[in-house]
């Protein structure tokens, strides 16, 4: 009887510390995570302002718009290898129109559009099939 407790506290012991680890080890995968995730969002947010003080720039601003535009086609047809532009423009349409409203709320209102003027500069696409 002393040796099967003496064998189940070892046994509990050893349980214990492995638990330890293993929640110890997902905290800091989760910390990694969080941060990894903050950098993203931050860089991202990093990106959109330098993209907007650039087009901001008259002249220089449509070059950089369309060279933008034009990068983001062609990452977007490194995961679609068959996709043309009007799949692409469909595509960020649709995403487009997700967001429209939070994006004119944004905005200044003496320079926000109307939903509808917005709305109707999006091409008309088909639904999938």
Known sequence: ???STLALGVQ???LSAQVATA???ASAAAL???KELAKAVTKAK???RLRRI???VPVVGTGVAVAFEAQDFHDWQLDNPEGTFADYSCEVAELSAEVVDEVLQDLPQGVRPSRDLVLRQLPECEAPA
């Open 1 to 3: 009887m002393a040796v």
């Open 54 to 56: 650039l087009v901001a």
């Open 32 to 34: 990694r995570h969080r």
């Open 12 to 14: 509990a012991f050893t």
């Open 23 to 25: 929640t110890a080890s």
């Open 46 to 48: 990093a990106k959109a």
